[in-house]
T-cell receptor, first 113, second 115 residues
Framework: GNSVTQMEGPVTLSEEAFLTINCTYT??????LFWYVQYPGEGLQLLLK?????DKGSNKGFEATYRKETTSFHLEKGSVQVSDSAVYFC????????????FGEGTQLTVNP | GAGVSQSPRYKVAKRGQDVALRCDPI?????LFWYQQALGQGPEFLTY????????KSGLPSDRFFAERPEGSVSTLKIQRTQQEDSAVYLC?????????????FGSGTRLTVV
């Protein structure tokens, strides 16, 4: 079945540091890939997505590129801010499994001033 | 409404008690999903509705879990005879279409604690 694996957390960075959160997936065919963010006390919010190989999703300074050859969708940001502190979830969906999202375990990011 | 609304926000139930969790999706959204999120884990799929039809309930962990969406808008997730392992955050999400590519809008969840 489908699965998503995220780098183990938590991740603690200083403000303006470079961020990478690794995500790899297992799926047959061509899934769509997503990053969701969960701020404290709030629901999951879609951060960015990519629906086919080599697509780059981007939003709020975050980027991720759909790499089919390495089955990866790593999240990056060049300069993090304190306000980026949240839990980040990588997820995939595939038509063969309906419209459901399959999530990774999440990575807690803390950015210190 | 402006977003997906879930109620109650918090629920404490004694083991063996029945609970009902409500989800008000965004008006006009066709698709509605329920997910279960255990502490420190990613959300796990429970069930999916398209309008009033429950198209997939393969993620429901036992026959104590039941979901309905009788008029294709508000949905209720019911858990009978709650057990401690049911303690989790229950998330509802809605989408205007039946595919995830649009990105679902999630509610803030109901945190269920079974004591």
């Amino acid at each position: 079945g489908n699965s998503v694996t995220q780098m183990e957390g938590p991740v603690t960075l200083s403000e303006e540091a470079f961020l990478t959160i690794n995500c790899t997936y297992t799926a047959t065919g061509y899934p769509s890939l997503f990053w969701y963010v969960q701020y404290p006390g709030e629901g999951l919010q879609l951060l960015l997505k990519a629906t086919k190989a080599d697509d780059k999703g981007s939003n709020k300074g975050f980027e991720a590129t759909y790499r089919k050859e390495t089955t990866s969708f790593h999240l990056e940001k060049g300069s993090v801010q304190v306000s980026d502190s949240a839990v980040y979830f990588c997820a995939l969906s595939q038509e063969t499994s309906g419209s459901r999202l399959t999530f990774g375990e999440g990575t807690q990011l803390t950015v210190n001033p | 409404g402006a977003g997906v609304s879930q109620s109650p926000r918090y629920k404490v139930a004694k083991r063996g008690q029945d609970v009902a969790l409500r989800c008000d999706p965004i008006s006009g959204h066709v698709s509605l999903f329920w997910y279960q999120q255990a502490l420190g884990q990613g959300p796990e799929f429970l069930t999916y509705f398209q309008n009033e039809a429950q198209l997939d309930k393969s993620g429901l962990p036992s026959d104590r879990f039941f979901a309905e969406r009788p008029e294709g808008s508000v949905s209720t997730l019911k858990i009978q005879r709650t057990q401690q392992e049911d303690s989790a955050v229950y998330l509802c999400a809605s989408s205007p279409q039946g595919v995830a590519n649009y990105g679902y809008t999630f509610g803030s969840g109901t945190r269920l604690t079974v004591v």
